[in-house]
């Protein structure tokens, strides 16, 4: 690091001494992206800041790229990792009751609960998977695979380089099989089983950044084989998902495309992704309060050869007692 850049990030972090209002924090990309801006990757993944706010916090001087100061036009990349100063705000409370399921000193696999971030995210810092399990083994992590904030299950981690390498081709070359339990609405005339495939496309839209649309013609190809596990009362019933491929919202945009929900589902569900917005508008009488508390999906199960030892590896997380309670109280 040059004399000049270390000079003004002691200066940065003396200011930030006398305020107590401001904090600076780490990130590392730890998952592949495609190349993207970095004002742009700033908003997308701490989105309590708009893409103007960061570009202004990056003008600033306030954000380094590997201990460069970059402009916000700099494109970042995996492995990047980004510090950057913002105001100190409260973490929402999070689920931290996360067991470990498997550990070989190489690889960990953990049964992540509902309402806990994998990685530091929007206002998520510390309240996350990542520092839950680092300061639990006292140890540096890497995270190998990610399940959004309201899905619970399976969650892989790896503590060193090399395991991650190894690990990181078996994912690229789908080597990995993953299958999800989920409990969905609107099942009319279930098949015992049913595939869903087509073209997969991210239409960012005024309620939801991240949300993706169903094409037969154009986007990433996906795939998902669902099986009818159960069927419930009030045309509910239990699905297996199988993921042939791992699209973001993959299996949530397949069941929609087959006019289906997911319970609880607040973005492609009977109500989303417009629900963000009465929710913003109008807090007390959201139609959050109508609705299961989050979207009911569970990763189950992985099924992997092990990158050392070659050995078959399966692993079940136990299904959580929420959803156990709502198929309960649909049977």
């Not at 004399?3 to 780490?26: A, E, F, G, H, P």
């Not at 992206?33 to 103007?52: M, N, Q």
């Not at 003008?59 to 990047?80: A, M, T």
């Not at 999906?297 to 590896?313: D, Q, S, V, W």
Request: hydrophobic share 35%; net charge positive; proline share 4%.
């Amino acid at each position: 690091m040059s004399l000049i850049i270390y000079s003004t990030i002691i200066n940065i972090k003396v200011k930030l001494m006398k305020n107590n209002n401001s904090i600076i924090r780490k990130c590392t990309i730890e998952n592949d992206i495609d190349p993207t801006r970095l004002d742009k990757y700033l908003a997308s993944r701490f989105s309590y800041y708009s893409r103007e706010k960061w570009k202004s916090v990056i003008e600033s001087g306030l954000v380094y790229v590997n201990d460069e100061i970059p402009k916000y036009r700099k494109i970042v990349r995996k492995h990047d990792e980004i510090t950057y100063h913002v105001e100190r705000m409260e973490e929402p409370e999070v689920n931290k009751n996360v067991d470990i399921l498997y550990d070989d000193g190489d690889l960990i696999i953990v049964n992540k609960p509902a309402n806990l971030p994998v990685i530091p995210s929007g206002r998520y810092y510390k309240n996350t998977l990542h520092t839950i399990i680092s300061e639990k083994l006292n140890t540096q992590i890497r995270m190998l695979n990610r399940i959004d904030r309201e899905t619970s299950g399976c969650v892989i981690l790896a503590r060193s380089h090399e395991m991650a390498s190894k690990f990181s081709k078996i994912i690229k070359k789908r080597g990995i099989k993953k299958i999800y339990l989920t409990i969905v609405e609107n099942a009319y005339d279930l098949e015992k089983l049913f595939i869903v495939e087509g073209n997969m496309i991210p239409a960012p839209s005024i309620h939801y950044r991240r949300y993706q649309t169903f094409s037969k013609y154009e986007g990433k190809y996906s795939k998902t084989i669902f099986k009818t596990i159960k069927k419930l009362n009030n045309n509910n019933a239990v699905l297996m998902a199988k993921l042939c491929t791992g699209r973001t919202h993959q299996i949530r945009v397949h069941l929609k495309e087959s006019g289906m929900f997911m319970v609880g589902d607040k973005i492609y569900g009977r109500h989303g992704p417009i629900i963000f917005d009465n929710f913003l508008k109008d807090k007390e009488n959201s139609i959050f309060d109508n609705i299961f508390e989050r979207q009911a999906l569970h990763a189950y199960k992985l099924t992997f050869i092990h990158p050392f030892t070659n050995k078959k590896i399966m692993i079940k997380a136990p299904i959580p007692k929420d959803l156990k309670d709502y198929i309960k109280s649909l049977s």
